[in-house]
């Protein structure tokens, strides 16, 4: 870092205990305070349940979910299997949360171990980067490296890394990709070929945790060239052969595997882009947005997406800054590169980490994203430091052990940083507490992203769905976050007219809440005569329903054919709850046809046959459904249904009962129970008593393909 300054040739009296610790830096005692900051600043992640994507691979993934005897099946895939994609090799992650499913399978899936791990991760992360900082500034105190990486672990932009569990993949990758670093600048020191092996294979395993780590490629020979004396010869065979094999490894699975990536208009509209000229001023938008994060992380967003940064061109003045900004840096780093300056590494080593996430090699789905900083804000907290040590403190830390009095300035200065920044850190950890909680504190700041404006209303109607299971009806009590949500689809709709999801979703809305409510009001209306208000309730209820077709023929304009066949899954209950019911039949049949596995659409055909007086048919697709999910016990209930509307009781009663066999909502326990109670078979009544408060705690009416309840 330089040696501006001279300090007195005094030989320094060496104290013992404590004081001497603190005097020369010990490594033990600055490992235990940078432990004791991770814990006080990010030690309530552990408290968090599982948030965004974190479904896909532990709760909701089966591959891992299999435990040990999956990892040659996570070897032989790609990370994420979703909606026609195969994209992303990262065994290494999956592994991990297969190991964690093996040891803890007599459990449910346990969000606080799961968060203490990614806890566990971290700080051994932060003491691998400490470690590896005291040897490239082995010419200063300890304390230089101790207030880099407290700087750097402060850093309000990682809490997404670590309070996310999906995000576990770069928690593994920084391990790894340091721990390779420290090996390799060994190898330089010592000349033992020990250390180049040891580095290149955890280097592999850093490219096993995320593809991303490819970019260390250009780090490594970097820091070997800043902070080793390594002949220039030696290091270009050396990231000439290190890049033949990271290479590999990061093409090979493309190669081998059936790779296939299809970005969304809303994940990033510069996939849509055919203006170079815009795609590259977009870029250096990018860039002065990422500078910005970096000096003032606030707000932060769990998601950006389309249109929270726009696809903007060269008349743009943010994009001229932007341009002068990092050409003057880059300027700088080349000047100073060849007297191997730290100013220098510490900007090429900024500008090579995001050069994976500008979007100018390929756009980056989501455009832009906090976590894409983790490694880039090492610079930062370089930075911030390196001036302070050189500019800032009337002495020099050229020496291994430092009177106690000159860790005071330096301490303070880093308290001014680390004060407010862990207090945005403790308070963003909490807001990652849930998938509601983490898009309720976001969306103030994500007005202008259809995909977040998407999740929260989504969030908001899982709400007003629990709500809706009650055994009392809280519709009137929950019209106003309906509304919200509605809003919120709206908004998705207003930046982009053609979001499917939004369309769909809005007409559930008024078909399977607003309408059906309607048609609750009319009955009950009907049964005590009240005309006025029966035809009252009626005009809505058609307006409802007339309004719901409206957004499913818009889902279906945008999407004529859906995956999962659930569209027209939802057009049909909204004919089946008209009681137009050749509409209704139509529509699951085309659902099934779409989708012949989603049982939801067979159970309601069997039950629209049903009211349409063909039993027959209706008995067949009840047992079509038996053979393809035995364990289901919705076929079973609807026969119980079916005799019990003919009258006959004891067949009824034999069809719930083996609905109990296979596992039940609890209304079925408690409708045997009240059988046998009037029965008089006190046994039974009590056996089906405690079946439906077992169901109660056990019953998942989402585990066969979604079944709808109403």
């Known amino acids: 870092m330089g040696n501006r300054r001279k300090n007195k040739n005094r030989p320094l009296p060496e104290k013992t205990g404590l004081a001497g610790m603190m005097q020369r830096g010990d490594t ?21 349940t599982f948030a965004l994507d974190d479904k896909y691979i532990n709760t909701g993934n089966p591959q891992t979910s299999a435990g040990i005897k999956a990892i040659p099946d996570i070897f032989t895939s790609f990370y994420s299997h979703e909606s026609g994609n195969a994209y992303g090799y990262r065994p290494l992650v999956r592994v991990s949360y297969a190991l964690e499913y093996q040891f803890t399978k007599n459990y449910t899936w346990n969000p606080y171990f799961s968060h203490f791990i990614n806890l566990l991760l971290y700080i051994i992360g932060v003491l691998i980067l400490f470690r590896l900082l005291r040897r490239l500034l082995n010419n200063y105190t300890s304390w230089v490296a101790f207030f880099i990486a407290l700087l750097y672990l402060m850093n309000p932009t990682h809490t997404e890394v670590v309070a996310s569990l999906k995000n576990r993949d770069i928690l593994l990758e920084f391990i790894f990709a340091f721990e390779a670093i420290w090996l390799f600048v060994r190898w330089a020191d010592t000349g033992k070929n020990k250390y180049l092996y040891w580095g290149a294979f ?44 990271g290479l590999s490894v990061f093409l090979a699975p493309v190669v081998l595997f059936d790779f296939e990536r299809n970005f969304g208009f ?42 929270t940064i726009p696809v903007t061109n060269w008349a743009d003045p943010v994009v001229w800054l932007s341009l002068v900004f990092y050409v003057g840096i880059f300027v ?56 302070v040590v050189e500019y800032v403190l009337p002495y020099d830390l050229h020496q291994k052990r430092v009177p106690l009095k000159w860790l005071i300035l330096p301490s303070f200065l880093a308290l001014l940083y680390v004060a407010p920044a862990g207090y945005w850190v403790h308070i963003r950890n909490k807001q990652w507490y849930s998938e509601y909680t983490l898009y309720m504190s976001d969306m103030p700041y994500l007005k202008e992203s259809v995909k977040a404006n998407d999740l929260w209303a989504g969030q908001i109607m899982k709400r007003v ?89 818009q889902a279906r304009k945008y999407r004529p ?71 289901a016990d919705i076929p079973y209930i609807n026969m119980g249904n079916y005799y019990i509307s003919f009258g006959d009781t004891a067949t009824a009663i034999k069809y719930f009962e083996k609905a109990i066999v296979k596992g039940t909502r609890p209304e079925v326990g408690k409708l045997l129970s009240k059988f046998y109670t009037i029965r008089g078979d006190k046994q039974k009544a009590a056996y089906y008593r405690q079946k439906a408060e077992e169901a109660k705690k056990t019953y998942d009416p989402n585990k066969y393909s979604n079944l709808d309840k109403n």
Do not use: C
């Open 266 to 307: 809303i994940e990033n509209p510069l996939f849509y882009e055919d203006n170079f000229f815009n795609k590259l001023a977009t870029a250096f938008y990018i860039l002065g947005f990422y500078l910005k994060q970096t000096i003032v992380p606030f707000p932060l967003r769990y998601y950006y997406g389309y249109n």
């Open 332 to 387: 700088v780093a080349l000047k100073n590169l060849k007297q191997k300056k730290i100013i220098s590494f510490i900007i090429l080593f900024y500008l090579v980490h995001l050069s994976m996430y500008a979007n100018i090699v390929m756009p980056v789905p989501g455009i832009v994203g906090d976590r894409f900083l983790f490694f880039a804000s090492l610079s930062f907290a370089w930075l911030l430091v390196w001036v």
């Open 202 to 245: 955890s280097y592999l395993l850093a490219l096993l945790s995320k593809e991303s780590a490819v970019v260390h490629l250009a780090v490594f020979p970097l820091v070997l060239y800043f902070f080793t004396d390594i002949p220039l010869k030696k290091l270009v065979k050396f990231g000439l052969g290190l890049a033949v094999i």
């Open 465 to 553: 769905g629990a709500e809706l299971q009650k055994p009392v009806n809280p519709y009137r009590f929950i019209k106003k976050a309906i509304s919200t949500a509605e809003y919120h689809f709206n908004k998705a709709l207003e930046l982009d007219s053609t979001f499917y999801s939004a369309w769909l979703n809005l007409g559930s809305i008024y078909s399977k809440i607003h309408g059906y409510q309607a048609s609750l009001r009319y009955q009950a209306y009907l049964r005590r005569n009240d005309t006025v208000n029966a035809a009252k309730s009626e005009k809505e209820m058609k307006e409802y329903f007339k309004k719901a077709h409206y957004y499913f023929n």
């Open 28 to 48: 033990k005692l600055l490992n235990g305070l940078l432990i004791i900051f991770i814990v006080i600043f990010y030690g309530n992640v552990v408290y968090n």
């Open 561 to 631: 054919g859906h995956a999962n066949g659930l569209l027209y899954y939802n057009i049909a209950k909204t004919y089946e709850m008209e009681y137009r019911l050749d509409s209704a039949e139509f529509y699951y049949k085309k659902a099934i046809a779409i989708d012949s596995t989603f049982i939801g659409s067979r159970s309601k055909l069997a039950n629209v046959y049903f009211k349409e007086g063909k039993f027959q048919q209706a008995l067949k697709e009840n047992e079509q459904i038996m053979k393809m999910e035995p364990g």
